[in-house]
């Protein structure tokens, strides 16, 4: 069992930025993701990173989010800049140990986080 927690949660206005991070105990995983989810909406991909290194985005958070990985303090973390009202929504860490689908299919993850709600305000 893989447990993973999210931190980094809260309240800014629109053109704040936030850091969330996701511990993940130092394992290692083909790809680790956050989603969110929105009250009344599906849960969707933002970013993810291959364990190579490769980075993944959203149309509606490229060049605003930067997922990155911090492997001292095993941590997955995304960089929220410029932060607008819509992506107001509960941020999830998800992992995926073996590849059971593409990087930005929900069902491909094995373990999730929590979850750690981001709140926008205009």
């Known amino acids: 069992q893989v447990q993973l927690v999210e931190s980094g949660g809260g309240s800014v206005q629109a053109g704040g930025s936030l850091r969330l991070s996701c511990e993940t105990a130092?394992?290692?995983?083909?790809?680790m993701a956050w989603f969110r989810q929105a009250p009344g909406k599906e849960r969707e991909f933002v970013a993810a990173?291959?364990?190579?290194?490769?980075?993944y985005y959203s149309d509606f958070v490229k060049d605003r989010f930067t997922i990155s990985r911090d492997n001292a303090e095993n941590t997955l973390n995304l960089q929220m800049n410029n932060l607008e009202p819509q992506d107001t929504a509960v941020y999830y860490c998800?992992?995926?140990?073996?590849?059971?689908?593409?990087?930005?299919?929900?069902?491909?993850?094995?373990?999730w986080g929590q979850g750690t709600q981001v709140t926008v305000s205009s």
């Open positions: 998800a992992v995926q140990r073996y590849g059971r689908g593409s990087y930005d299919f929900r069902s491909a993850y094995d373990y």
């Open positions: 130092g394992r290692a995983f083909l790809y």
């Open positions: 990173m291959h364990y190579r290194g490769s980075t």
